[in-house]
């Protein structure tokens, strides 16, 4: 069932747990799927990418995304 559960959530992103921005704490469903992620969507400078990489190590939700692009 699990991988099930796993498959089907890269089809429909809302099937998988909530996760928790590791910037701001607010639960989110990261949308990653077959199609896609915002993650590719923002464009990040070289070196936002190379601080968030540094700072976090998990997803972010696409407000945190947006402001780390537009601060670069």
Known sequence: ???IRTALGYILPTVR????CEACGKEFHCN????GCWCAEIKLS???R????????????????E????SS
């Open 17 to 20: 747990p909530a996760e928790k």
């Open 50 to 65: 190379a601080r968030l990489k540094e700072k976090y190590r998990g997803c972010l939700c696409r407000e945190c995304l």
């Open 67 to 70: 402001k780390a692009a537009s």
């Open 1 to 3: 069932m699990k991988g």
């Open 32 to 35: 990653a799927s077959v199609w």
């Open 46 to 48: 070289e070196a936002a």
